[in-house]
């Protein structure tokens, strides 16, 4: 079977890609930069630029699965020019997708788009899953609603649609928790604020074979893909302390001075997000690591 991908060449879209190559598929992927380009045994890249509406069209043919993980990376400073581009990579991309798909005569059946937690409001005491429909009324709430709507769209192409809201990936190959422990390392670790702040987070491995599953099972709208364990900063702090055997004598940095540091882009240390995922229960999916502690182990080395 022929799947598309993009954002391929990212943390998550290169781990899929082994493991779907590993089980005799065929990619195709998407990238927008040339040098990335490159045609070996079941791995053929094509070229396109969202921003300009340019796209290979032969990306598409005898494709039946497409994996949309294009997106800016949210890890940089939010100034107005970025959180342009944080949404239009994500959504002139799927529209690109979309148009491309309403034009060309293709066997394409399922859609399969990432998406963020940051949709969930806010809370310290609630804790929010599949059916939860509130939603937080900020710049990544309202960017993974955009995300969402321009991944629906292509129901009208009679596409099974799937969206799934994605913690923070742990791995050891880069992304959120590397960050994390880069100071803690230098001796110079501190938890953010009251580190009361519930993060939800998902292993870099179960994330990829959880696209696998919904892939496979052709699975459609929205799935959190979040581990069972979530973890306050502290915690997080803590443990990521204990497995690097380093101490944490600093105090906590208050909320006023990380947004001096980060500007809005704080907010992705001080939200508190416990999230659930009922319908990965549902599937009866087993986890390779389910708790934040073989994660850490698996990922801290
Ligand atoms: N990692 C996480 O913790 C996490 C959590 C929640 C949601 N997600 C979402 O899951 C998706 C994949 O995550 P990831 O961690 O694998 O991301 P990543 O490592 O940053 O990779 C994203 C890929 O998107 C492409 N891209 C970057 N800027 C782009 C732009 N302006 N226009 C079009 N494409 C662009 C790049 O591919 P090319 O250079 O080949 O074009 C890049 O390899 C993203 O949408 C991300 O927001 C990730």
Known sequence: MKILITGATGLIGQELVNLLIKNNYTIHYLTTSPQKIINKTNYYGFYWNPQEGKIDENCIEG??????????????????????????????????????????????????SASGTAIYP????????ETSTEIENSFLGNLVIKWEKSAD?????????????????????????????????????????????????IHL???????????????????????PDTISNQDLTTQIAKHLKRPLFLPNIPK???????????????????????????????????????ALKNSIK
Do not use: C
Not at 122 to 129: F, R, W
Not at 270 to 275: D, L, P
């Open 63 to 112: 494709v039946e699965t497409i994996v949309h993980l294009a997106g800016a990376s949210i890890a940089n400073r939010w100034t107005k020019s970025y959180k342009t581009e944080l949404i239009e990579s994500r959504v002139l991309s799927a529209n690109l997708l979309f148009n491309l798909l309403k034009k060309t005569p293709n066997q394409v059946k399922h859609f399969v």
């Open 122 to 129: 806010d809370s310290y005491i609630k804790t929010y899953d």
């Open 153 to 201: 769209q292509f129901q009208i192409l009679n596409i099974k649609v799937a969206k799934l809201r994605t913690g923070v990936v742990f791995s050891e190959k880069g992304g959120a928790l590397l960050e994390m422990i880069k100071p803690i390392k230098m001796y110079l670790g501190s938890g953010f604020g009251s580190g009361k702040q519930i993060q939800s987070w």
């Open 205 to 227: 491995t179960d994330v990829a074979h959880l696209y696998y599953f919904v892939i496979q099972n052709q699975t459609v709208g929205i799935i959190n893909a979040v581990s």
């Open 256 to 294: 006023f001075i990380m947004k001096l540091i980060l500007g809005e882009m704080h907010v992705l240390l001080f939200n508190s997000k416990n999230i659930k995922s009922v319908r990965i229960k549902e599937f009866g999916f087993k986890y390779k690591f389910s708790t934040v502690q073989s």
